[in-house]
């Protein structure tokens, strides 16, 4: 008997590895399991995987002092979208409402992403012709997919879906209920 038809191979064992490699979730668990041991200011295999998980496309200049602010916020209590905001416009003049979100769910897995996808299936647009009225308008848009999240993951459909991702990757089941919604809405054809 030859030895390649003696070997099992393990369909569900393999599907699952190759759904959590395409959505990235081997970077997302390393991303937080090191977030709070490492100086993420200096940590440049750390700043390589959130730069690929999040598609950080932003020159080394802007890449310094995001890092330097995830790094400070890391000892705050509580830590919000709007600080986190306001501090990457102060340090780098630019808004940017999806890094702020993502610098936020990492520090709070609770949290979620704001992301194009997400604004899209829940009908939000930010507004404002100036940077200081675009800010409020991001900041009460944060607000509203918050609570979204917080409503929507009471319901029997959320509970549903969740239940089929931990079925699907019960590797990752640890994730966030916020996080898990974040990758089922992302996978939307919207």
């Given at each position: 008997m030859n030895e390649n038809t003696t070997r099992?191979?393990?369909?569900?064992?393999?599907?699952?590895?190759?759904?959590?490699?395409?959505?990235?979730?081997?970077?997302?668990?390393?991303?937080?399991?090191?977030?709070?041991k490492t100086d993420v200011s200096k940590d440049e295999k750390f700043q390589k995987k959130y730069n690929h998980f999040y598609r950080v496309r932003r020159d080394q200049t802007w890449r310094e002092k995001y890092y330097q602010i995830l790094e400070r916020n890391k000892s705050k209590e509580e830590v919000t979208f709007e600080n986190i905001l306001c501090n990457i416009?102060?340090?780098?003049?630019?808004?940017?409402?999806?890094?702020?979100?993502?610098?936020?769910?990492t520090l709070n897995p609770d949290k979620p992403i704001w992301d194009s996808r997400v604004l899209k299936f829940l009908g939000l647009k930010p507004v404002g012709k100036s940077d200081s009225d675009r800010q409020d308008s991001i900041i009460e848009i944060y607000g509203k997919i918050e609570g979204w999240y917080k409503e929507y993951l009471k319901?029997?459909?959320?509970?549903?879906?969740?239940?089929?991702?931990?079925?699907?990757?019960?590797?990752?089941?640890?994730?966030?209920?916020?996080?898990?919604i974040d990758y089922i809405i992302w996978g939307q054809n919207i």
């Open positions: 099992i191979i393990d369909a569900e064992c393999s599907l699952q590895k190759v759904l959590a490699e395409a959505l990235g979730l081997p970077e997302y668990e390393y991303i937080l399991k090191n977030v709070s416009y102060i340090s780098t003049d630019m808004t940017e409402a999806s890094f702020a979100s993502k610098m936020l769910a319901t029997a459909e959320a509970k549903e879906n969740i239940r089929i991702f931990d079925e699907m990757l019960p590797g990752y089941s640890w994730l966030s209920d916020t996080k898990k």
